[in-house]
């Protein structure tokens, strides 16, 4: 069922072959921006990898494979999948159906072949998002449509899976997708704290994972997000807690830059609201993964988004220097939705 993953190294090949990619939108004031050192170093964090190793792992010969007529549960679910139902890719495990409405079918089921995937094979059937796909539970039905239409048109760049998706999602079940997901709370899952060091990570299915020997070093500037229970998450239990350690500091300066801006930037509240719970079609920030946030800093800064309502972040993203985005980012995620 977790059909989306395998499409993820596509997604991300994508994102990197576009960040060079040039605009032809651009103007003087938010030409996109190649790379610098700084946003080159914070990619090794901010986008994602499917696997890398751990170095303090022991080697083993061959990973064993999984017995298909084996039984998976999660901790405080019912439910139970067999690993051959999980690894189908014709629907999605739902392992808490009643802590949310009953979703559309473009949600929870793939009507093959190709696109569109089911949107919950990634932003999870509650819309509550993971560690590596946002959140869509409460965004405004207006900026979800405008986003998958970005998309369709290549306006918003990457990844490449939801350019597929957008390409090939008809309009009813466009219609019927951003109707479930604007309708439902969003109830993040992450704690943020602050640390001056973080145990060494390495990827596992997109996730920085702690290393087995519990090595640690100092978190620099950096944000790492993980997942308190990696097994879970990979069958898809949307419960599971996550953490994000963010700089110590970060928070009461990030509170600065939303509440009164930088010495270049508008401060984020002007439009992003009191609290930064979104206003009108602007979304919410409150609350969601700060991960996701320098990202699509990141990506606003490059050109990777550029149509038409993205134009006052694409200024904004070129006043941010790197510590900026990581405090504001940590702030806006520790705040409530
Ligand atoms: C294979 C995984 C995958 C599937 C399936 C998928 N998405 Fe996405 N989606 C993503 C990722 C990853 C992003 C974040 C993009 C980025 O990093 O900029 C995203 C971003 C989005 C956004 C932008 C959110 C924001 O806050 O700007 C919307 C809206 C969205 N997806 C809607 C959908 C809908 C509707 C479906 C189902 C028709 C769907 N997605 C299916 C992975 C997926
Ligand atoms: C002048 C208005 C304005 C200001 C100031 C502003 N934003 Fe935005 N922001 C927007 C709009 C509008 C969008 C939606 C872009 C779109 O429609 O594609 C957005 C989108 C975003 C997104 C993407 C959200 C998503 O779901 O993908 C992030 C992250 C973001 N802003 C962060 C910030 C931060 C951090 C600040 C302050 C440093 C800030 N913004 C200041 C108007 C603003």
Not at 175 to 193: C, H
Not at 201 to 213: A, E, G, Q, S
Not at 303 to 328: C, F, H, W, Y
Request: hydrophobic share 40%; glycine share 6%; net charge neutral.
């Amino acid at each position: 069922m977790r059909v989306g993953r395998s499409k993820l190294p596509a997604m991300l090949l994508g994102a990197a072959i576009l960040i060079f990619a040039s605009c032809e939108f651009a103007d003087a004031q938010t030409a996109p921006q190649p790379p610098d050192a700084e946003i080159r170093a914070a990619m090794a964090w901010v986008f994602p990898k499917a696997h890398s190793p751990d170095p303090s792992a022991p080697r083993l010969a061959r990973k064993p494979k999984p017995e298909p007529n084996e039984v998976v549960r999660v901790p405080g679910s019912t439910q139970s999948y067999t690993r051959a139902q999980l690894d189908a890719d014709d629907s999605i495990a739902d392992w808490f159906p009643h802590d949310h409405p009953s979703p559309p079918r473009i949600v929870m089921v793939h009507r093959k072949p190709g696109f569109p995937l089911p949107c919950a094979d990634c932003h999870m059937p509650n819309g509550q998002g993971d560690i590596t796909s946002p959140a869509l539970a409460g965004l405004p039905r207006e900026y979800i449509v405008e986003q998958l239409m970005a998309f369709r048109q290549g306006t918003r760049s990457t990844p490449l899976v939801m350019t597929r998706e957008a390409q090939s999602i008809n309009d009813a079940d466009l219609d019927l997708a951003s109707s479930y997901f604007s309708k439902l709370a969003y109830e993040p899952r992450t704690r943020v704290i602050e640390t001056a060091t973080v145990p060494r990570t390495h990827w596992v299915d997109f996730v920085l994972v702690p290393n087995r020997d519990g090595a640690r070093e100092p978190i620099g500037e950096r944000i790492i997000e993980t997942s308190t229970d990696i097994v879970s998450h990979i069958v898809g239990d949307y419960h599971v807690e996550n953490v994000a350690w963010v700089p110590p500091g970060s928070i009461a300066h990030g509170a600065v830059i939303a509440s009164k801006g930088t010495a270049k930037a508008l401060p984020c509240e002007s439009c992003h609201g009191p609290a930064l719970r979104g206003v009108g079609d602007t979304p919410p920030l409150a609350g969601r993964s700060p991960t996701y946030i320098v990202r699509e800093l990141i990506r606003f800064r490059l050109g990777q988004r550029t149509n038409s309502g993205a134009a006052p972040m694409r200024l904004e993203a070129l006043r941010l220097t790197l510590k900026d985005m990581i405090d504001v980012a940590a702030y806006a995620a520790s705040r409530e939705p």
